[in-house]
């Protein structure tokens, strides 16, 4: 019989240790333990937690490397406990979400003016952002909040778990929780949208796995043990939202990688056995490119897959000798496409933050658009009205090709906080006061 080498566009992926002066430093990494990522990228800045009273959040451009200096370089510290995990709003690169010990959840926009590195790669000093420049502030959970997902089409959508047992779906806009889920009876573990955000996935410390309707709060599928080691559990949708990808560990505390056709619950399709390690997995799906990354907390090592479902293909690994404590990727619309830079993840370690760029090696200068299929955008599907009205849609795309980004450039979203809502409302009272007055020189009543 004749042996057939497999096809895949990206079976060569590989990524180098990048070099010191495209790296950052000085960070006074958070001491909190939980099931967060620690850090997390936009399409222009990533948000690293910090050590700190008031919670203190590091925001750094992505194309400014260099020294961070704690005390000097601003901040983002709004809180009055640890911030536990973030998110950014898929269709602004400058709106933050903050889950705080707290029991609050927080919005902030970053200024344009943003800059706590400089061009050189140097610490500047700079007006950190406090209590009073949050554009929202989301209260409901009793107990502290671990995790917050955005929604992935509709504007202004936030998932939230928290140590009370529950997971809330919130209105930013109107700063109201739409739904809740009450179905859990331990600790969650993550919780994860599905490609349209007409589902949410959860796992929990009790094993099981549940399949959330968003926008009632009911769990409509469940798996009592999705896998049998007691430690964290970790989801993610691939494959266009048909599969489900779960990893954990085995009976014997191995860590394993599990597939799972949402169509039927009863069995995975595919399971595989990765290796002893002690570390809990984070998985970053690329659902353009089908790989899915497992980064493992306090490993060196990153081993990638290419889905095909009920298959799971094996590609290769990066190999470091610095452990990381935290992964994240950044958004396809900021990589270096002309380089066939297909990912780029960043690595928190305990000297900094590492960018990780995997390539796949071709000759060419030219657009490669067959391994850069069109992408999720900066525009939203519908709005969080129409969603709750039944809405789904999927992600507006746009091309990745140099040539045609120009015009693929969102809208800032609006979201005002109460403190500039206050100035706005003096300058109105302001400019009222003024016209009464001339209106009564002039003896016109009013």
């Not at 050189?120 to 700079?126: E, F, L, P, T």
């Not at 778990?161 to 009876?185: H, I, P, Q």
């Not at 600790?187 to 796992?203: F, K």
């Not at 060419?364 to 999720?376: H, K, L, N, V």
Request: proline share 5%.
């Amino acid at each position: 019989m004749a042996f057939r080498v497999r096809q895949s566009k990206y079976r060569h992926i590989f990524a180098d240790q990048p070099k010191n002066e495209n790296c950052w430093s000085g960070f006074r990494l958070s001491t909190k333990t939980g099931e967060q990522q620690y850090i997390k990228a936009s399409g222009k800045y990533f948000a690293l937690s910090l050590a700190g009273g008031g919670g203190p959040v590091a925001v750094c451009s992505l194309d400014r490397p260099g020294r961070f200096e704690p005390g000097a370089s601003q901040t983002l510290g709004g809180h009055s406990g640890g911030v536990l995990d973030f998110d950014w709003n898929p269709f602004d690169d400058s709106m933050l979400a903050t889950a705080s010990e707290d029991c609050t959840i927080k919005i902030w926009s970053i200024p344009e003016d943003w800059e706590p590195i400089d061009a050189n790669g140097n610490a500047k000093k700079g007006e950190s952002m406090g209590p009073s420049d949050a554009l929202a502030v989301l209260e409901g959970h009793r107990k502290k909040v671990t995790l917050v997902r955005y929604h992935p089409t509709a504007s202004n959508v936030l998932a939230s778990t928290s140590a009370d047992l529950t997971v809330r779906v919130w209105d930013c806009e109107r700063g109201e929780c739409v739904s809740k889920c009450e179905a859990f009876n331990d600790l969650l573990h993550d919780v994860v949208w599905d490609e349209c955000g007409d589902n949410l996935a959860s796992s929990c410390k009790d094993k099981a796995l549940r399949i959330i309707d968003p926008r009632t709060g009911t769990v409509s599928s469940t798996v009592e043990s999705i896998h049998e080691g007691s430690k964290s559990v970790k989801l993610q949708y691939v494959e266009n939202s048909t599969h489900i990808l779960s990893t954990g560990f085995n009976k014997t505390s191995a860590r394993e990688m599990k597939l799972w056709d949402i169509r039927n619950l009863s069995s995975p399709v595919n399971t595989q056995k990765i290796d002893s390690a002690s570390g809990a997995f984070v998985p970053l799906y690329d659902n353009d490119t089908k790989v899915v990354y497992l980064c493992g907390k306090g490993d060196g090592k990153l081993g990638y897959f290419e889905v095909e479902a009920p298959k799971v293909h094996a590609l290769s690994e990066f190999r470091s000798t610095s452990p990381g404590k935290g992964y994240c990727d950044v958004p396809k619309r900021a990589l270096n496409v002309m380089k066939c830079e297909t990912a780029r993840i960043l690595k928190v370690t305990s000297g900094g933050v590492e960018p990780l760029s995997f390539t796949v090696p071709r000759k060419s200068d030219a657009f490669q658009d067959d391994i850069f299929p069109d992408t999720a955008g900066l525009e939203p599907a519908h709005t969080c009205e129409e969603w709750l009205a039944g809405s789904s849609k999927k992600p507006i795309t746009v091309s990745l090709d140099p040539k045609k980004k120009a015009g693929n450039k969102g809208s800032k979203t609006k979201i005002m906080s109460v403190a500039s809502l206050k100035k706005e409302l003096a300058t109105a009272e302001e400019r009222i006061k003024y016209l009464e007055g001339k209106l009564s020189e002039a003896n016109i009543e009013f």
